[in-house]
Nanobody, 123 residues
């Protein structure tokens, strides 16, 4: 099992910045990918950014150039630096961890989620 605890959400004006943190504990050696997803009011949850254990990153088109995902392996923590925030970035942001193991040659994926942190971008 993996436990995830997010922090860093809040209210910010358009154009401002926030940094989200996600601390992982438990069976962290099994984690291959960590990422941030978000869910706005009345919308589906969507991937914002992800980072692999090797440091490879992936971003949604809507945040490219504004958000940066990073990880500190010594602290078992993933960060999401959000700059030039827009009202449409308002959502609950969820930390996600994926562990991928192979059983009889087939991948078995386990998803773990944090409790979510609210980000509100408004003047």
């Amino acid at each position: 099992q993996v436990q995830l605890v997010e922090s860093g959400g809040g209210l910010v004006q358009p154009g401002g910045s926030l940094r989200l943190s996600c601390a992982a504990s438990g069976s962290i050696s099994s984690i291959n990918i960590m990422g941030w997803h978000r869910q706005g009011a009345g919308k589906q949850r969507e991937l914002v950014a992800a980072i692999t254990s090797g440091g490879g990153t992936n971003y949604s088109d809507s945040v490219k150039g504004r958000f940066t995902i990073s990880r500190d392996n010594a602290k078992n923590t993933v960060y999401l630096q959000m700059n030039t925030l827009k009202p449409e970035d308002t959502a609950v942001y969820y930390c996600n961890a994926k562990s991928i193991i192979y059983y009889r040659g087939s991948p078995v994926v386990n998803d773990y989620w944090g409790q979510g942190t609210q980000v509100t971008v408004s003047s």
